[in-house]
Every structure is written in C-alpha cells, then in structure tokens.
C-alpha cells in the first residue's frame, strides 16, 4: 500500500458528528477532503481549510483514507459504492452499523479491494468537536495502524484495538445499550419528580457525590427538566441504534426486555416532535408524558 507520509482524508458525511471529526483532523495538519449529501455542509468546512467536494468520487480520489459518519449500514454501503475509492485505500468506517451491518461492510470492502478498519466511536458533538472520542477499532491493524496513528489521533483520545473488523461494532452496541439505559432512568426520575410536585434539581442534589452520581446525570438532568434538548445525539439516532441493540442482544441470547422498553420510550418520544433529528436523546423525556 503506497501512501503519503501525511495521510489525506476523505470525510464523507459531514454532520454532527462528521464535521468534528474534520475539523480535528484539519487541527492536527492533515488533508481533509469533504462530502456530505447536503453541500452546503461540507462548503462550510472549507473555512477551516478543507476541500468540499460535491460528488463523493470527487472527494475520495487520491485520498489515502475514507473516514465514513453517516447515519446507518445502508448509507455507508451506498456512499462507499457510489464514491469507488481505489483499491488498497483504507476504509475508516465509523457509523454505528450494528452486527448485521458490519457484517456488510465486510463484504462490501472485499468486494472492492478497500481495506477495512470498523472503528466506530464513543462520544458525541463535543468529543467530536474537541478530538476526544474513543475509537473502537477492528481490523488489520499491523497493515494499517502506521497510516492511520495520525488519523485517529487527531480524532481520539484513545485508541483499543479490538481484533477482526466488526468487533468494534459489536462493543458499539454493547456501550450504547449502557447510554440508552441511563438515559433513560435519567428521564424517568426527572419526570417522576415533576409528577410528583418536586424540583428535579432536588434529586440531583441527593445523589450528587453518591456511589451512583454519574456526570451525565447534572448535564441531561436539567436540560430535560428545562424541556430544552440541543442536539448532541440525535433522537432519530438513538431509535435507530436502540433497535440495532435489540437485535444483537437476540444474538447473543440475552433477553432485550429492558432494551426493548427504552426503545418504545424513545419512539413515542420521536413521535412527539416535528423533527426529531433535531432533538437531542435528552428528548426521550416526552415518551413518558
């Protein structure tokens, strides 16, 4: 494999998460070519020093890496096809895709030479924004990790690599389960003590500094009691990975009835709003009105 001793990077997909993901690569010195469905969100990034491309073949040509963040496996599959990067490029594929889905993508980069790295991330907006994600990556990481140390870098905190491509995404789904269900007691104890005639900021109070405190709590906490939810992780993503967790728990033989519950929570959430890509997860409060 023939690469630049600074690698170039083709971001394609340049939302929320995608374009700080681009602007920590930019930060950090590295040749960032953009693409995004919308274009005028990938344009936005050339103020940061990137090449905003409208067509995603555009933007992959001579790139030593595609780094994918878009919604979920068929989107990834239907923009990595479409873009044909060469054979022998990296494929970065950081969308969360579920077991099925990385299963595709497996498929999919034999199909076309590309070589592999499942590396989906933990954090949201802010980590995105400030390079601090964790990584999680799988694939062959004695053949790629010279290449993509600067890449990934640029965008973690920290990197685990994980063994065979589709592990990353396996424990992806296993971290989110974890999100989700915090999330989801966070909301239900908001909403209960509204309910019940108490300040939510009561109850923080109580479990502030307890065995049990978790940060996450003083953050979504008085967002949700605020009915105020910035968009940090998306609600309609958060259905979208709720139902990828249930699928995997049915794989790996564990009953989904606590899953299943924050995903029908989350849904009658999502109904609530007009748009909900535009809410935050935090938004899953309205599921319990």
């Given at each position: 494999m023939t690469t630049s001793p600074t690698p170039t990077v083709a971001v394609l997909g340049t939302g929320t998460m995608g374009a700080g993901m681009a602007r920590s690569l930019l930060r950090a010195g590295l040749p960032v070519r953009a693409w995004n469905r919308d274009a005028a969100k990938a344009r936005v990034l050339a103020g940061d020093g990137a090449q905003a491309f409208d067509d995603a073949a555009e933007a992959v040509r001579g790139a030593d890496v595609v780094l994918t963040m878009l919604f979920d496996a068929d989107s990834a599959i239907e923009v990595v096809r479409q873009a044909a990067p060469a054979p022998g490029t990296v494929w970065l594929q950081t969308t969360t895709v579920g077991i099925e889905g990385a299963d595709r993508t497996v498929e999919v980069a034999r199909e076309l030479g590309l070589v592999l790295v499942d590396c989906p991330v933990l954090g949201t907006r802010q980590p995105?924004?400030?390079?601090?994600?964790?990584?999680?990556?799988?694939?062959?990481?004695?053949?790629?990790?010279?290449?993509?140390?600067?890449?990934?870098?640029?965008?973690?905190?920290?990197?685990?690599?994980?063994?065979?491509?589709?592990?990353?995404?396996?424990?992806?789904?296993?971290?989110?389960?974890?999100?989700?269900?915090?999330?989801?007691?966070?909301?239900?104890?908001?909403?209960?003590?509204?309910?019940?005639g108490l300040d939510?900021?009561?109850?923080l109070a109580a479990i502030e500094g307890g065995a049990v405190d978790t940060p996450y709590a003083h953050l979504k906490g008085p967002q949700m009691a605020a009915g105020e939810f910035p968009v940090s992780f998306a609600l309609t993503g958060a259905v979208k990975d709720a139902r990828l967790i249930v699928a995997a728990l049915g794989e790996a033989g564990v009953q989904d009835r606590l899953t299943a519950a924050v995903l029908d929570t989350l849904t009658a959430a999502a109904d609530s709003f007009e748009d909900p890509s535009a809410v935050d997860l935090g938004g899953i409060v309205r599921g319990l009105a």
């Open positions: 995105a924004d400030t390079g601090t994600l964790v990584m999680l990556a799988s694939g062959p990481r004695a053949d790629v990790e010279e290449l993509l140390a600067p890449v990934l870098d640029a965008v973690g905190s920290r990197t685990l690599w994980l063994g065979e491509a589709g592990r990353g995404s396996r424990l992806k789904l296993v971290a989110n389960a974890w999100v989700l269900s915090v999330t989801a007691g966070i909301a239900q104890s908001v909403a209960m003590a509204q309910g019940l939510p900021a009561d109850w």
